[in-house]
Structures are given as structure tokens and as C-alpha cells.
């Protein structure tokens, strides 16, 4: 690993810090050589820190460390990408990042697509969509909704129209989701069983 910390001409690269898991930046620190080789060394995060001017170990105060999993370079040579595991809150003001934002996995649309239904689940007396009905109707309606969607699915999955293929994966995972909330639950619980299965 060849950094350019000669560069802005202070000795020092910017080190995005990133959850290993949920891939949410944590914060951004400045790193010289003497630190960056700490960290390496320790697994725990360690800092140039330009105001007290010396070393510092995210976490020497609170114990919220940061343990390092892993260490990228940006194209340029300049800027370090390090993947951690947090201990406790990243931000000195308690907050799970450093732009006050909760450090919660997500799944691009698809968690904007939960939100929407657990909205319709909660608030079914303002909306008369067809998630709300389907709550409405209870779980075995919900869960019989999976079981026609998934033979569906299996259906289109012998034939060869892509098309009708994919339209009836994105059906059934949409009522999958229906089904994990009606059940109290998430994607996210779901992850978590299978990176335990994983281990």
C-alpha cells in the first residue's frame, strides 16, 4: 500500500471510516504515516488529531472504538477507505455518525419500499390501497397472497418470457415483504439469520 502523504504538504491523507456491515460512513479523520501504521498494528482506529497534535485512538476516552476490518486507497493515492466494526457511537455528541444520522443497514429501495408499507400498515384508516386491504384481510390472506405469487413465479420460471419471469419475482418479493410486517418483522431480521448461517 503506497499513500501519498506528501501531497497537501502537512504529511497527512483524509480516512473515510465505513461500517463494515452496514457500509454507512461513520466519519472522516486524517490519518499520517505513524497513525495509519498504529492501526494497522492495534486493529483500533488511530488519528492524527490536528487540533491536539498528536496521535489519537477513536475510543480513548468513551470506548467507542472503531476496529478496523479493512483498509482501501483511492485511486490517486491520497485518501484511505477504512472499513470498520463500531463499538458504541462514532460521534462525540452520541450520535451513530459523525452527520447525526442512525447507523441502520438498508436495502436501497427496497427499505424505501418497507417504509411505504409499514406507513399503510399503520395508517390504514387514511389509505384505501391494496396493502392496506391485504392487512386488512389478516395474515392468512397475506400469507396465501406469497403462496399463489411464489407458484406463479416457479410457473414463469419454466417457460422463456423473461419479462413475465421477472414481473412475478418482483410480485412475490413484494408480498414477501407484506408478509414479514403482518408477521412483525423486517429484511433486515431475515439478513441477520443468514449471516448467522453464514458464520
Known amino acids: 500500500m503506497k499513500i501519498n502523504f506528501d501531497k497537501n504538504g502537512d504529511g497527512l491523507v483524509p480516512a473515510i471510516i465505513q461500517d463494515t456491515s452496514t457500509k454507512n460512513v461513520l466519519m472522516l479523520g486524517y490519518m499520517n504515516k505513524e497513525s495509519l501504521e498504529k492501526t494497522q498494528e492495534t486493529k483500533k482506529v488511530t488519528f492524527y488529531s490536528r487540533t ?28 484511505l477507505l477504512i472499513s470498520v466494526i463500531p463499538t458504541g457511537p462514532t460521534c462525540h455528541t452520541g450520535s451513530d455518525t459523525c452527520w447525526n444520522q442512525p ?19 399503520e395508517n390504514p384508516e387514511n389509505d384505501a390501497s391494496y396493502i392496506a386491504s391485504l392487512f386488512n384481510k389478516g395474515i392468512n390472506k397475506v400469507a396465501q397472497k406469497v403462496g399463489e405469487e411464489a407458484v406463479e413465479m ?5 417457460d422463456n418470457n423473461e419479462e413475465l419471469f421477472l414481473d412475478e419475482s ?21 439478513v441477520e439469520v443468514l449471516q448467522k448461517r453464514h458464520k
Open 103 to 121: 447507523n441502520d443497514q438498508t436495502f436501497g429501495f427496497i427499505s424505501k419500499l418497507e417504509a411505504i408499507i409499514q406507513n399503510r400498515r
Open 52 to 79: 491536539k497534535k498528536r496521535l489519537w485512538t477513536k475510543g480513548e476516552e468513551s470506548g467507542n472504538f472503531l476496529t478496523m476490518t479493512d483498509i482501501q486507497i483511492d485511486c490517486d493515492n491520497d485518501t
Open 154 to 158: 416457479v410457473i414463469e420460471a419454466k
Open 170 to 190: 418482483a410480485d412475490l418479493l413484494f408480498h414477501y415483504l407484506i408478509l414479514l410486517q403482518a408477521k412483525g418483522y423486517s429484511l433486515g431480521d431475515i
